[in-house]
């Protein structure tokens, strides 16, 4: 039986998707999709151990940082390429995330005594801090590149804004003209067409008005006309709208750069957000399963206190309690025969041994008393 079916079989599959729905991004989700059944008596305690650190700081409400997760895979691909460029928003959530990744550093580091394991996740991480605060200083909060990211668009800009001034006070110069003659419908104002300044007219006066027609109302009773007077300044603003964009491309080439010369320090920064995620999603879950932290013994053990069913514990939370189970097998006793009854949980029993072992060998706390000793088995045989 394949594992797909084992996990199908026991219920193991629902608990992944519940995983995912804990997960902040697809970070998380990819490593959920990773999870597997393992032999590996260390990587296991590893797992456990941070599930179970990641949980404590759940359960005091500690101000870990969990702000501007974000999946930069795919634009990390693109970066890659020599030449290419993110756009502005994209590059703040990397920035932002980034911070995060360094946010997180700090406080398990300062916490090391206390959260060793998680500490130990970080230590890989070497991106210099230059990185996201080269970013920051280049873009603002509204994912826009700011006027000083360099000297050429500041002036660019500060042009720009001085010919949109100059349209606006011809255009509304011209408009109280036109309304004064009658030539506008009620309650209407000068406005912006395909990017330019121009006057509602109605259309039996359009003739009266010097300019280029723009566009025109469903109705066709009102005509949009940019005056004559307007039609320069307009074009050099295109013009400047123009050059403003090339230059902003040119800088978000030279960020991206940046990303470009620093690859592997920002997979690693990402691996390891993406390994606190899971971790985040493990610790939530074993939160709503009361799930604890066995003794992990190296061969293999079940002696089990209070074992509840994970599905039918949830399922069942705040309206039935679910009847545990207390299992002890063990090297000279290695057989259990479970007897009764239809509808006796004879079933539920069998799903239970089978389901809390896979979730332990899958690095996910159990829903059994602290107490309790769970072992390593080579592998499951399920027949049910």
Known sequence: MTAPDVEEKLGFDLLRQRLNTYCLTGLGIREVEKIKFSRDFKEIKTQLGLTSEFKQILEKAEAFPSHHFFDAEEYLQTAAIEDSFLEAEVLLKIALSLATVFECKTFLEKSADVYPELNQLGLPVNLSNRVPSSLLSKIDEAAKVKDHASPELARLRKQLREEQHRVRRITDQ?????????????????????????????????????????????????VYIEPAEVLEVNNEIRDLQHAERREVVK????????????????????????????????????IDLHAALPQLKEGPDLNWLHARHPLLYLSLKGKREVIPLTIDLTVNNRMLLVSGPNAGGKSVCLKTVGLIQYMAQCGLLVPLHDRSSVGIFSALFLDI
């Open 251 to 286: 800088i978000l080439k030279d960020l991206t750069g940046l990303l470009r010369d620093n690859l592997e320090g920002l997979h690693q920064s990402y691996h390891f957000l993406a390994q606190l995620e899971l971790t985040r999603a493990k610790a939530k879950l074993a």
């Open 174 to 222: 011209l408009f109280r003209e036109a309304a004064s003659q009658g030539w506008v419908p009620e309650g209407v104002s000068a406005t912006i067409r395909d990017g330019r300044a121009v006057i509602p007219v109605l259309a039996e006066h359009k003739r009266k008005l010097r300019g280029f027609i723009m566009d025109e109302s469903a109705t066709g009773q009102t």
